[in-house]
C-alpha cells in the first residue's frame, strides 16, 4: 500500500535522524513512502538537518518538506502536510518516536480486515494512552494522533483537523467527527512504535496538563450537552481544590474555553465524557510495557472448558491476538464428552493441545488435569468465558525476565459486569478497573480474593509442592489457591497493568445462582485458611495501617480543600451583595414545592450549615451556576 507519511516539526532537531532511520529500517518497500514533514516555523537546525535526511534517503518515494511561515500549531500543520501528498492512505506520525520494523506490515494486515474502517492506530510503547479498545475486535472510541492511519477519502470528508485545536486532544475532535459519519475505528497492538513523551521538560509537561484540560471544555462545548459543559466546570473547580493541586493548571478557566459551532449527533454516535478521559471507563498502563529484552521460560496459558465451544472460540482468538508469537503454549481440558474438535481445529497457528475427560470431572480437576499435561516452568489459568488483552504474554514474559527467582505474579484487570444476549454475544452493562497499587499482602487475601484466576501466573515448583486446585471447590478455588501458594512463596510480584477481562453476571437470576454456590463453599475457604500458618511481621501491619491512614488525611486534606474554597464563596463581597436574590430564590423553591408536594432545596449561606464532602462540592457548584455569580463576573475578573 501506498502511505503519505505526515510529520509535524516544531525545533525537532534532536529527534529527526533517528525518526528517519526508523523509517529507513521498515521492513516495506520504500518506494510506496511519502515523507512529508510539515514544519512549524523551526528556529533550530531543524530545516537543514531535513534538507540533509532528503540527500541521505533516497530511497523513499517522496521526501516533502513543507515550510510553514509561523507556529500555526499540530492540526493546522498536518493538513498543510496531508495536502502536499496523493497517497491512498495518510500516517500521522510524530517525530519523536522509532517505529518497530514490521509495524507497516502489521497495518497492512488490519486494513485488510477492516478496509472499510475510517482509520486506525498503532501500539506506542512503553506506555499505552489512556484509552479503551475491545478486547475481541480491538474497535476504539478515538485514535491516537501520536500514529494513526486514515483513508485519505475519510479525512477530506471530515475536512481534516480543526485548527481552533492548537495543540492537545485534536485527534479526539478528528476521531469523533469520523465516527459522526458512520465509520468505526481500530487500534491495532502489533503495530508498535517507540514514544519518547514521557522524557519531555517540566515546562513541556505544564503546558499539555493544561491543553488537555482546556480542549477538553472545547469538545464538550462542540459534541457534548449542556450537562457535559456544567460537569466541565465542576472538573475544573476540583482539580483547582485537590491538594495535589498541579500550579500548570493556575490559569485554566471554564470562561476562557472558546465557543464552537456544535456537532449535529448522527449515525448513532455518543461522545462520552469520563473526567479527561473519553471512554466510559479506561484500561491503565502505569508500568513501562513493550516486550521483553531477553528469553523468558516458557509459560502454559491452561484453558479449563465444558460445553460452550462459541466462548472457547473468542478466548483462543484472544491468544491468537497476543502481540508476541513465541514463548508460550496452550493447553484445552474440557470438562466432559468432546464438543470443541472443530473450534480447535481452527486454530493451527497456535501452540495448541486439545484433551477431553469424557465425562464431567469439575473445574477444579480438569484444572489439574491441565496443568499436569504442561510442558512449560510457569502456568496460569484461563477460563472460556474470560478475555485476555494482547500484551498479557508480554507482560508475563517482561516480568519473568525482570524477577527470574520470582515464584508468584499477578497484573491488574477490568471486570466487566453484563449478560450475553440470546445469539451468544456479550453485552456489558459496566466495567471496573481491578488495581494492584498496594500490592497484595496476607490481609488482602484474608479479607477477598483480589484477583481473577487469569491474572495470577505461577512456577510450576509452586504447583507441584503445594497442589493444584482444591477440587472440592467449584466456586473460591482461585482464592484458596492463591492463600496456598502466599504462604509458600512469600509474595506476589505485581504489575499494575490492565492485562485481561473477566465478566461476572449482572442479571438478577444469575446473581443470585452465582451467589448461593460461591456461599457453599466460603466455608470450606474459611477452615482451610483458619488451620493455616501466615508469616507476617509487625512491619508490614504498620505499613499498612499507614498507607490506609494515608488514603484517609488525603481524603481530609481534599474536604478542607473545598471548605476553603466554599468559604472563600460565602463571605465574599459579591456574595453578600447578591443576598437578596438567594433570599428570593429560596422563597420561590418553598413555594414551589408546597405547590408541588416536593421537598424544598433552600440555597444555604455558608459551608457552615453542611456536613460531608459531597455536600460542599454541591455548594460551590449551585453558587457557579446562580444568577447572582453570573451577575458579578465582571467584578472578579477585573479583581484578578
Given at each position: 500500500?501506498?502511505?503519505?507519511?505526515?510529520?509535524v516539526?516544531?525545533?525537532?532537531e534532536?529527534?529527526?535522524?533517528?525518526?528517519?532511520?526508523?523509517?529507513?529500517?521498515?521492513?516495506y518497500?520504500k518506494?510506496?513512502?511519502?515523507?512529508?514533514?510539515?514544519?512549524?516555523?523551526?528556529?533550530?537546525?531543524?530545516?537543514?538537518?531535513?534538507?540533509?535526511?532528503?540527500?541521505?534517503?533516497?530511497?523513499?518515494?517522496?521526501?516533502?518538506?513543507?515550510?510553514?511561515a509561523?507556529?500555526?500549531?499540530?492540526?493546522?500543520?498536518?493538513?498543510?502536510?496531508?495536502?502536499?501528498?496523493?497517497?491512498?492512505?495518510?500516517?500521522?506520525?510524530?517525530?519523536?518516536?522509532?517505529?518497530?520494523?514490521?509495524?507497516?506490515?502489521?497495518?497492512?494486515?488490519?486494513?485488510?480486515?477492516?478496509?472499510?474502517?475510517?482509520?486506525?492506530?498503532?501500539?506506542?510503547?512503553?506506555?499505552?494512552?489512556?484509552?479503551?479498545?475491545?478486547?475481541?475486535?480491538?474497535?476504539?472510541?478515538?485514535?491516537?494522533?501520536a500514529?494513526?492511519?486514515?483513508?485519505?477519502?475519510?479525512?477530506?470528508?471530515?475536512?481534516?483537523?480543526?485548527?481552533?485545536?492548537?495543540?492537545?486532544?485534536?485527534?479526539?475532535?478528528?476521531?469523533?467527527?469520523?465516527?459522526?459519519?458512520?465509520?468505526?475505528?481500530?487500534?491495532?497492538?502489533?503495530?508498535?512504535?517507540?514514544?519518547?513523551?514521557?522524557?519531555?521538560?517540566?515546562?513541556?509537561?505544564?503546558?499539555?496538563?493544561?491543553?488537555?484540560?482546556?480542549?477538553?471544555?472545547?469538545l464538550?462545548?462542540?459534541?457534548?450537552?449542556?450537562?457535559d459543559?456544567?460537569?466541565?466546570?465542576?472538573?475544573?473547580?476540583?482539580?483547582?481544590?485537590?491538594?495535589?493541586?498541579?500550579?500548570?493548571?493556575?490559569?485554566?478557566?471554564?470562561?476562557?474555553?472558546?465557543?464552537?459551532?456544535?456537532?449535529?449527533?448522527?449515525?448513532?454516535?455518543?461522545?462520552?465524557?469520563?473526567?479527561?478521559?473519553?471512554?466510559?471507563t479506561?484500561?491503565?498502563?502505569q508500568?513501562?510495557?513493550g516486550?521483553?529484552?531477553?528469553?523468558?521460560?516458557?509459560?502454559?496459558?491452561?484453558?479449563?472448558t465444558?460445553?460452550?465451544?462459541?466462548l472457547?472460540r473468542?478466548?483462543?482468538?484472544?491468544?491468537?491476538?497476543?502481540?508476541?508469537?513465541?514463548?508460550?503454549?496452550v493447553?484445552?481440558?474440557?470438562?466432559?464428552?468432546?464438543?470443541?474438535q472443530?473450534?480447535?481445529?481452527?486454530f493451527?497457528?497456535?501452540?495448541?493441545?486439545?484433551?477431553?475427560?469424557?465425562?464431567h470431572?469439575?473445574?477444579?480437576?480438569?484444572?489439574?488435569?491441565?496443568?499436569?499435561?504442561?510442558?512449560?516452568?510457569?502456568?496460569?489459568?484461563?477460563?472460556?468465558?474470560?478475555?485476555?488483552?494482547?500484551?498479557?504474554?508480554?507482560?508475563?514474559?517482561?516480568?519473568?525476565?525482570?524477577?527470574p527467582?520470582?515464584?508468584?505474579?499477578?497484573?491488574?484487570?477490568?471486570?466487566?459486569?453484563?449478560?450475553?444476549?440470546?445469539?451468544?454475544?456479550?453485552?456489558?452493562?459496566?466495567?471496573q478497573?481491578?488495581?494492584?497499587?498496594?500490592?497484595?499482602?496476607?490481609?488482602?487475601?484474608?479479607?477477598?480474593?483480589?484477583?481473577?484466576?487469569?491474572?495470577?501466573?505461577f512456577?510450576?515448583?509452586?504447583?507441584?509442592?503445594?497442589?493444584?486446585?482444591?477440587?472440592?471447590?467449584?466456586?473460591?478455588?482461585?482464592?484458596?489457591?492463591?492463600?496456598?501458594?502466599?504462604?509458600?512463596?512469600?509474595?506476589?510480584?505485581?504489575?499494575?497493568?490492565?492485562?485481561?477481562?473477566?465478566?461476572m453476571?449482572?442479571?438478577?437470576?444469575?446473581?443470585?445462582?452465582?451467589?448461593?454456590?460461591?456461599?457453599?463453599?466460603?466455608?470450606?475457604?474459611?477452615?482451610?485458611?483458619?488451620?493455616?500458618?501466615?508469616?507476617?511481621?509487625?512491619?508490614?501491619?504498620?505499613?499498612?495501617?499507614?498507607?490506609?491512614?494515608?488514603?484517609?488525611?488525603?481524603?481530609?486534606?481534599?474536604?478542607?480543600?473545598?471548605?476553603?474554597?466554599?468559604?472563600?464563596?460565602?463571605?465574599?463581597?459579591s456574595?453578600?451583595?447578591?443576598?437578596?436574590?438567594?433570599?428570593?430564590?429560596?422563597?420561590?423553591?418553598?413555594?414551589?414545592?408546597?405547590?408541588?408536594?416536593?421537598?424544598?432545596?433552600?440555597?444555604?449561606?455558608?459551608?457552615?450549615?453542611?456536613?460531608?464532602?459531597?455536600?460542599?462540592?454541591?455548594?460551590?457548584?449551585?453558587?457557579?451556576?446562580?444568577?447572582?455569580?453570573?451577575?458579578?463576573?465582571?467584578?472578579?475578573?477585573?479583581?484578578?
Open positions: 500500500m501506498h502511505y503519505d507519511i505526515v510529520m516539526t516544531y525545533n525537532s534532536k529527534w529527526l535522524r533517528g525518526c528517519v532511520e526508523a523509517l529507513a529500517a521498515l521492513e518497500e518506494a510506496q513512502l511519502h515523507l512529508v514533514f510539515a514544519d512549524n516555523a523551526s528556529q533550530d537546525g531543524t530545516l537543514p538537518l531535513l534538507e540533509q535526511l532528503r540527500a541521505e534517503h533516497p530511497e523513499f518515494g517522496g521526501f516533502t518538506i513543507v515550510r510553514g509561523k507556529n500555526a500549531g499540530f492540526g493546522a500543520a498536518c493538513n498543510a502536510g496531508a495536502k502536499a501528498g496523493s497517497a491512498p492512505y495518510l500516517l500521522f506520525f510524530n517525530v519523536d518516536t522509532r517505529i518497530q520494523p514490521d509495524a507497516l506490515q502489521e497495518m497492512d494486515t488490519a486494513i485488510a480486515a477492516h478496509p472499510a474502517a475510517g482509520g486506525w492506530d498503532m501500539r506506542q510503547i512503553p506506555y499505552l494512552p489512556v484509552k479503551y479498545f475491545h478486547p475481541l475486535t480491538f474497535e476504539t472510541n478515538w485514535l491516537s494522533g500514529a494513526m492511519v486514515l483513508p485519505r477519502a475519510v479525512f477530506q470528508q471530515t475536512g481534516g483537523f480543526d485548527e481552533s485545536i492548537f495543540l492537545y486532544c485534536e485527534d479526539v475532535d478528528l476521531s469523533w467527527r469520523i465516527r459522526n459519519l458512520g465509520y468505526a475505528l481500530y487500534h491495532v497492538p502489533r503495530a508498535m512504535f517507540l514514544h519518547y513523551e514521557k522524557e519531555g521538560d517540566a515546562q513541556k509537561d505544564a503546558r499539555a496538563k493544561r491543553g488537555i484540560v482546556q480542549n477538553n471544555g472545547y464538550r462545548r462542540k459534541f457534548g450537552t449542556k450537562q459543559w456544567c460537569s466541565y466546570e465542576k472538573l475544573v473547580a476540583e482539580l483547582k481544590s485537590r491538594p495535589d493541586f498541579s500550579p500548570a493548571l493556575e490559569g485554566v478557566a471554564p470562561e476562557q474555553v472558546p465557543q464552537a459551532a456544535h456537532v449535529h449527533l448522527q449515525n448513532g454516535f455518543v461522545p462520552c465524557f469520563n473526567g479527561l478521559a473519553y471512554d466510559e479506561t484500561y491503565f498502563a508500568q513501562p510495557g516486550p521483553a529484552q531477553g528469553n523468558a521460560p516458557l509459560i502454559s496459558i491452561l484453558v479449563r465444558h460445553a460452550r465451544p462459541h472457547l473468542q478466548a483462543l482468538q484472544t491468544i491468537r491476538t497476543q502481540t508476541v508469537r513465541t514463548g508460550f503454549e493447553v484445552v481440558v474440557e470438562d466432559g464428552t468432546p464438543s470443541a472443530e473450534v480447535v481445529a481452527e493451527p497457528d497456535l501452540p495448541l493441545r486439545y484433551h477431553a475427560t469424557g465425562q470431572v469439575g473445574r477444579g480437576a480438569a484444572g489439574n488435569l491441565a496443568a499436569q499435561m504442561a510442558a512449560g516452568q510457569y502456568f496460569c489459568f484461563f477460563d472460556e468465558d474470560d478475555w485476555l488483552l494482547p500484551d498479557y504474554v508480554e507482560t508475563w514474559q517482561r516480568l519473568l525476565v525482570q524477577h527467582q520470582a515464584l508468584l505474579f499477578a497484573a491488574g484487570s477490568m471486570m466487566e459486569c453484563g449478560c450475553f444476549a440470546p445469539n451468544g454475544v456479550w453485552q456489558a452493562r459496566c466495567r478497573l481491578c488495581r494492584l497499587e498496594d500490592g497484595i499482602d496476607a490481609l488482602t487475601l484474608g479479607k477477598e480474593n483480589p484477583v481473577p484466576i487469569q491474572a495470577v501466573l512456577s510450576r515448583s509452586l504447583f507441584e509442592r503445594c497442589g493444584g486446585i482444591d477440587e472440592k471447590l467449584d466456586g473460591l478455588e482461585d482464592w484458596d489457591l492463591w492463600q496456598r501458594y502466599y504462604c509458600e512463596a512469600g509474595h506476589f510480584v505485581c504489575c499494575d497493568n490492565c492485562t485481561s477481562v473477566f465478566k453476571p449482572a442479571g438478577v437470576v444469575e446473581h443470585a445462582v452465582r451467589n448461593a454456590a460461591i456461599a457453599s463453599y466460603m466455608n470450606r475457604c474459611i477452615e482451610k485458611a483458619a488451620a493455616r500458618p501466615v508469616q507476617t511481621t509487625m512491619g508490614a501491619l504498620m505499613e499498612r495501617f499507614a498507607k490506609a491512614d494515608e488514603r484517609t488525611m488525603q481524603r481530609s486534606r481534599q474536604a478542607q480543600a473545598y471548605y476553603d474554597t466554599a468559604k472563600a464563596i460565602s463571605t465574599s463581597a456574595w453578600r451583595a447578591t443576598r437578596p436574590l438567594r433570599v428570593l430564590g429560596n422563597a420561590l423553591s418553598a413555594l414551589g414545592a408546597k405547590l408541588s408536594g416536593a421537598k424544598a432545596d433552600p440555597m444555604p449561606e455558608s459551608p457552615d450549615e453542611l456536613a460531608s464532602l459531597g455536600e460542599y462540592i454541591e455548594f460551590i457548584d449551585r453558587a457557579r451556576h446562580s444568577l447572582g455569580w453570573k451577575l458579578t463576573s465582571v467584578l472578579r475578573r477585573r479583581k484578578q
